[in-house]
């Protein structure tokens, strides 16, 4: 903000995060922020997913192409003392409306200390109500990828859809198709396959919690055949995704770690609540100091760079401490 | 469910995500689980966070290391014809009980048809709210690596921070360290130092939205040394990602599209809204088809498979569909 702007008057910019949309889903801070705003600005289907909370106030429906567009107009009406809110489905902070808001701010000059204030209300993203509703996909190590090649040179996404599939990650694909964009799912598959199982399942959600959604479970091999669009999300299974039941679950191990049976719990002999696996980083560190095989035969074994087991190799193991630990 | 059970009841599980643990930040669906439930089963800290609204039903409070038995006495309880809220912060199923309580679950027998209703409440999770409280980190691809190797093996969480390191991800780091495990963060940084410059941004964030909240800003090679513990995510830039004025920003390329000065917006030529970057995928398979380059000087030049630039200059370029497409 100029300082010597002729006006100045106290604003503020709230980004808020719907989730998936049914007012079921809505935080109470995210319906408190709309309630407090005089302004409401969004994609015209947000808009629309609260319409009945934003009766009588100033209301600006923009298209999906026009990000900047709805960042200038909120820091406009701020600017004139007003409360915006900027609404987006998901979390405005995934994907969301909070970058490009933050970066129209900073090209205005605006800091933390000027007269309006910004505040991001976080909500459950695609990715948290899509997992809800197939099952429990995220129990285990994952990412975010948007096919979009509006803003991304694609190479970029390549190279990112390759090391994830490798890695054995767990995947989102947000964007992953439109009318004009159909090649992309394509080649995420075709990246996928060299590293993946082909029977990896894979859902495919289409308006999560809204009256048209819609849920398929298919595999990777089948995945670009699947109906796919603009409002779908694609979560692609690790190497230990099944689906039983109609439900999409990643064990996190356990399955192996307990026997259970009819509300019985058994511990393994040797499995202790709290203590690393043997193949925990110390015990992994033990391991290969005492093989005698060099960086290079190591790297081959783990698939890892030579360089970082040579680094690890002369690392001194650290102590373990006592297992008394809460650990998520 | 065993269908020659003496008495077959009508209970209900109910996976409950808490959000940060502020009761503003509680979705109505989540405090409505609650209100319906006669039985709460959480870790004692989530309990605490939920204790007003959980007065005059029964309370099962567990240590972090008895997941498989909060899991337990969620189904004996359902057995009985109870509805159990099954709490945690953030997202059940993220890193939550949704996985071990659906692999208790089918252990026992139990199919959507049994008696017993499952129903996960979405929430957001730790990297959303983190994210909200630092800036706008998670404007691009992003990624969740959970650092803790009780039950999984180094040499895998090694690899993925290797492989997303290297992919440009945004990267939130779960249980990045505790009393017993402190080498990890340290292992973690090396892996990152190999693909990353040391002056990357990382946000370490500790009890988001809790009174105990803190956050601090650090670069990659001083992370490490950062005051980490079970409590804080620990958030890593990509190569865009910058801090201004205290907030922490990945831009998704907006900043170089359009000048945006004191709320003028010009369109920079070429640049037209809906379409595809020039290095989008149909511009580079035109590119790359053109350059008359073999697939392995391609596969160098953008750090990609040479297999899969093999396959991509045997495909045939797709028809690019009008640009009337809406797109996030």
């Known amino acids: 903000m100029n300082a010597s702007e002729s006006t100045p008057k106290t604003g503020k910019i709230m980004l808020v995060g719907l989730g998936p949309g049914s007012h079921d889903h809505l935080t109470a801070r995210a319906r408190a922020a709309i309630a407090e705003a005089d302004t409401v600005i969004g994609y015209v289907t947000y808009i629309r997913l609260v319409a009945d909370l934003v009766e009588g106030k100033e209301v600006i429906k923009k298209s999906m192409t026009e990000e900047l567009d709805r960042a200038i107009e909120a820091l406009d009406r701020a600017r004139q003392g007003k409360k915006v809110a900027l609404v987006s489905s998901g979390d405005a902070g995934v ?96 990246l996928f396959l060299r590293h993946r199982d082909p029977q990896t399942p894979v859902a495919i959600v289409k308006s999560a919690y809204r009256p048209k959604q819609r849920i398929e ?34 064990p996190r191990g356990y399955a192996n770690k307990y026997a259970v049976a009819d509300g019985e719990r058994n511990t393994h002999a040797g499995e202790q609540a709290g203590r690393s696996l ?23 074994d783990y698939r890892l760079p030579a360089d970082y087991l040579a680094a690890v190799l002369a690392t001194e193991i650290p102590e373990e401490g006592e297992a008394n630990e809460v650990e998520a």
């Open 95 to 190: 994907y969301g409306m909070a970058g490009p808001t933050f970066e129209v701010l900073f090209q205005a000059g605006w800091t933390p200390d000027s007269e309006i204030e910004v505040e991001i209300v976080p909500g459950a993203s695609a990715l948290n109500t899509c997992a809800a509703l197939v099952g429990a996909p995220l129990t285990h190590d994952f990412c975010a990828i948007s096919l979009s090649d509006l803003l991304t040179p694609w190479p970029t996404i390549a190279r990112r859809l390759d090391a994830v599939a490798y890695a054995d990650f767990v995947v989102a694909l947000y964007n992953p198709k439109s009318g004009r964009r159909t090649q992309q799912i394509v080649e995420a598959q075709r």
């Open 278 to 300: 043997s193949s925990g980083l110390n015990g992994w560190m033990a391991t290969i100091q005492a093989s005698g095989r060099t960086a290079a035969e190591l790297a081959v």
């Open 217 to 250: 479970f298919t595999t990777l091999e089948k995945m670009a055949e699947a109906d796919i669009g603009m409002l779908t999300t694609v979560l692609i299974g690790n190497s230990n995704t099944f689906v039983r039941h109609g439900l999409m679950v990643t």
